[in-house]
C-alpha cells in the first residue's frame, strides 16, 4: 500500500494546531508508516503538490492570498479538512470583523506605532472585509472543531481517515476544546 | 381519586411511563431518564418555550410541541429524538452561533457553558450560515460582574430569575426581533442600576454572557442548582 | 331602547333626509382624504347652499375604488364621479337635476356588479360619525332583538349554523370559538376586537373602523351577550388615528344611547368597551402577544395551550375575533344563519373584503363572495393590470401568504383552496404583480418585513428570518450561489416547523411559494447574475469585499 500524501497549509491563525499535530510526538512515527507529509510550514516544501490525498488547513480566509491559497489547495485536494476552530468557525481571527479592517490596521499600524506609522500597502497582502470560515470559500470534507483541536484528536482522524474507519467527530472534539 | 393524584399513561420514546396530570412533558421524561435538550428552561423559574430546542414530535400530530410548557394526556406517544427534530436542533444552535459573535476559545465559560455543550451534544461541527458578527457592547460598569452582549442568547433566564426569584425585575428585554438585548433598568448601566448585586443572574446564563469579575469559568463553573431549593423553602413558608 | 324606539329614530332620520331632493356623498376615508376630499366636501356645501336647491351633503366612509378618488355619488341617481378636484363641486351642484357632468362620471358598473356587500353594506351611504344613520340602516336591531328574544345558547347556534369562520386570517370557525368561550369556567370574561391591522397593503379593518364603526361595536355586544362577557377591548393601531376617533366617538354615543353600559336595553345584560392603542408592533396582531400588549406587558406571544378562549386576558376566557369577524355578526343575527350559509363556497361560507393593490387599474376595496374565481376579482372588477403588461402573481395573505401565479387564476377564493395553492386567505391583502416585479425580491421584501417585526423571543424567528434576509440579499445582489439556495430551503422548514408563534411559523411562506412557482426566476439570479425583471442591482465582483488601503505618498516615492 502506498503512503497516502498529506499536506498542511497555515493561513489565519496561530499555528497551534500545527502545534498540536506535532505534539503527536512519539505516534508521528507510527503515522508516518501510514503517511507522507508533502507540503506543510514544518517541511521544505515550496509548491503545493499537484495532488493531494488530505489536507489539513488550519486557519480562516481573512487576505486575498489565504482565498487564493485556499481555492488552490481545494483544486489539488481529495479530501480537505479544517482544522481548528479559525478554519471552521473564524474564531479569533474573525473578532475583528465587527470592527471592520480599517480600524484593526490603524491600531496595529498607527496607534500602537511611535515612527514610521503606515498602513502597509504593498507587501503585506490586501485584507478582506470581513474574516471567515474556509467552507465560505471552498467544499470542507470534515470538519474538525478545537482551539486547537488535541494531538489525540488529530492522531485518531488521520488514523481513521488513513485505514478507511468512519469517526465521530463530536465524540473528539468541539468548538474552543 | 383528586386532580393532584389523577394518573396519565403515556409513551416517551417507546418506554411506557405514568405521570400526573398537568405534568409537562420535560418533567415526566426527566423523572424518567429520558434525555431533551434545553437551552431557556432552567429548574425552579418558569417556562417560555423560546429556545425550540426541547420540541417533542407527537405521534397522530404533524405539529411539535415543546416539551418544558405542553402537559401530558392520556395514551400520548411522544417522539423526542428523532431525525426530524436533530436537524432542527442542529439548525437552531447553527443560527445561535451566527447570531453574535461566539469564540469559544477566548469565553469565559469556555469548558463550561451549556450552548457549546448542546452544540456537541447535537453533534454540530460547523455552522452553515454566514456569521453575522454585530458590534455589541460589553458592560462591564458594575464592580462584581459583566455582562457580553456578544455572548449573549437571549434565552432570558437573567430577566426571569430576577423577576420571579430575586423580586427586583432589574433585567428585561429591548428592541425587537435581531436587534434585541438584555438591558438592566431602563437601559442603564449595569453598574448604576438598581442591581441588588444577588449574582443569580449569572448563576443561570447558560453562556458566558454574564459572568463574575476575575474569575474564568474553569476555576468557578456557574450553578443554578439552588433555584429548586429556594423554591422549595418559599413554598414551605 | 327598544325596537319600537330603534324604529323611530329610523323614521326620523328618514323624514329628515326627505326634506333633500339630491343627496351628495362624499368619501372622506383616507384615499380620498389624502387628494382633498375635505376641502371638495366645503365647496360642495358652499355651492349647495348658494345653489338654492335641498341639496345634502353627507361625509361618508370608504366607497371602494380608491384609484379613482376623491369620490362623490349622487343619489337618487346613483351617478359615481370620479378624481373630483374642489373646483368641481360648482358645477356637480349644477347639474343636479339635470345631465349629469360627462367628463367626470365612472364607469364601474362591472365592478360594483360582481361585488356582494355584507361588511362593506353601509360604507359609503352613512356618516361615520352619526350614530342615527346607522339606526336608519337597521343599525343596532340585531343587538335589541336578541336581548329581547333571543338566548346566548341561541346566538352562538345562529353564528354556528352561518358557517363563518375567523376574518383575521386563520379560518377558525366562529360559532366554535365562541362556544368554547360560553363554556369556559369563570364569571369575569372578557371580549376583544383585533383592530392591530398590519399587513403591508391591507385596510380592510381600518375602512370598517372607519366608515361604519357601531357595527364593530354592536358586533362585540352580540359576543359579548352570547359569551357571558361585561367588559370589551378594541385593540388599535395608533397609526390609525382616523379609526381611533370614530371609535371613541361611537361608544360615546352608543352610550348615550343606551346601547353600551349597564342594564342595555333594560335587561340585566351590561357591557361597555374601552379602546387600547398598539404602540406599532406586527407580532401584537397574534393573540396571545395582543393580550400581553393589553395588560401592559411586552408585546410578545406565548405558547398556546392554554388558548385564550379558556385563559386569556389576567387569566381569564377571552374571545378575540378581528374586526371583519364582528362585522359581520348584525346582519347575520338579522338575516339568520341560512342567509349567511347561502352565500359563499361549500367550506368558506358568506363575503370576503379584500384591499386590492398593486399593479391593477382599480384599487380599493372590495367585497366579493366566498368562492369567486381570483380571475373574476382581477380582471373584471379589479379592471386588469395596465395595458402593455402581463399580470405574472396575485400576493394573498401579507407576509404570511404566498404568491399564486397567473396560470392559477381560476382558483375559486376560499380558506381551503387558498391554503392548497400555498398561500392563505390572510386579513385579506390582495397584491397584484405584473411582469416588471421580480419574484426573488418580492421574497426578500416579504422576508425583510418578518425579520424587523419579529418579536425576538424565539430562536428560529428571530435569527432564521434574519438569515434567510440575508441570503436572499445575497441572491438579488448576483452574489447567491447554489448552496445558499439550499440553506434557505432548509431555513424555510425549520422557521416554519419550529417557530413560537403564527408570525414565524408562516414567515417563510412567500419564499416557498416563489421558489414553487417561480424557481427559474432564483436560478436565473444565481446562474446568470440576472434578473429577468429588471429589478434586483447586480453588481457582483470581489473588489467589494476586499479593503485596499491607499498607496501613500511615501511608499510611491
Known sequence: ?177 | MTDAVEVKTLIIDDQEVSARRGQTILEVAREHDIHIPTLCHVEGLSNVGACRLCLVEIKGSNKLLPACVATVFEGMEVVTNSERLRRHRRTILELLFAERNHICSVCVSNGHCELQTLAQEQGLTHVRMPYRNPQLSVDASHDRFTADHNRCILCTRCVRVCAEIEGAHVWDVMGRGINSIVITDLHQDWGSSTCTRCGKCVQVCPTGALFEKSKIGTDNPKNPDFLPYLNLMREAR | MTIEELEQIAESVRRENANFDYEVSVCMDLACASQGSDKLRDALLRSAEASGKKVLVRRTGCMGPCSHGPLVRVDPDKTLYGHVSPGRAQGIVDSLGGEPVAELQCELNEHFDSQMRVVLENAGYIDPEKIDDYIAREGYKALVTVLMEMTPGGVIHRITESGLRGRGGGGYPTGLKWGTVAKAAGDVKYVVCNGDEGDPGAFMDRSVMEGDPHRVIEGMALAAYAVGASKGYIYVRAEYPIAVSRLTMALREARRRGLLGINICNTPFSFDIEIRLGAGAFVCGEETALIASIEGKRGTPRPRPPYPAVSGLWGKPTLINNVETYANIPPIIRNGGKWFSSMGSERSKGTKVFALTGKIANTGLVEVPMGIKLRQIIEVIGGGVPPGHTLKAVQTGGPSGGCIPAEMLDIGVSYDALMAAGSIMGSGGMIVMDDTSCMVNVARFFIEFCMTESCGKCIPCRAGTAQMYTLLTRICTGKGTMDDLALIEDLCVTVKETSLCGLGQTAPNPVLSTLKYFRSEYLEHIANKRCPAGVCHMHAGAEADVFAPAVSQEVVA
Not at chain 1, 514544518?42 to 488547513?57: M, N, R, S, T
Not at chain 1, 487576505?63 to 478554519?87: F, N, P, Q, Y
Not at chain 1, 488529530?154 to 465521530?168: C, E, F, K, R, S
Open chain 1, 1 to 177: 500500500m502506498s503512503k497516502l500524501k498529506v499536506a498542511t497549509v497555515w493561513l489565519d491563525g496561530c499555528s497551534g494546531c500545527h502545534m498540536s499535530f506535532l505534539d503527536m510526538d512519539e505516534r508521528l512515527l507510527e503515522l508516518a508508516e501510514l503517511i507522507e507529509i508533502v507540503y506543510s510550514p514544518i517541511v521544505d516544501a515550496k509548491e503545493f503538490p499537484g495532488e493531494v490525498d488530505i489536507a489539513l488547513v488550519e486557519g480562516a480566509v481573512a487576505s486575498v492570498d489565504d482565498e487564493k491559497k485556499i481555492k488552490k489547495v481545494r483544486a489539488h485536494t481529495r479530501t480537505l479538512v479544517a482544522m481548528g476552530d479559525c478554519a471552521v468557525a473564524g474564531n479569533v481571527p474573525s473578532m475583528r470583523n465587527p470592527f471592520g479592517p480599517e480600524a484593526i490596521l490603524n491600531r496595529a499600524y498607527i496607534e500602537n506605532t511611535t515612527t514610521q506609522q503606515q498602513i502597509p500597502c504593498v507587501v503585506v497582502p490586501n485584507l478582506l472585509k470581513v474574516v471567515r470560515p474556509i467552507h465560505e470559500f471552498v467544499k470542507v470534507d470534515i470538519f474538525l472543531p478545537g482551539c486547537p483541536p488535541s494531538a489525540n484528536t488529530l492522531y485518531t482522524v488521520l488514523t481513521a481517515l488513513a485505514t478507511g474507519q468512519p469517526v465521530d467527530i463530536s465524540s473528539l472534539t468541539r468548538f474552543g476544546a
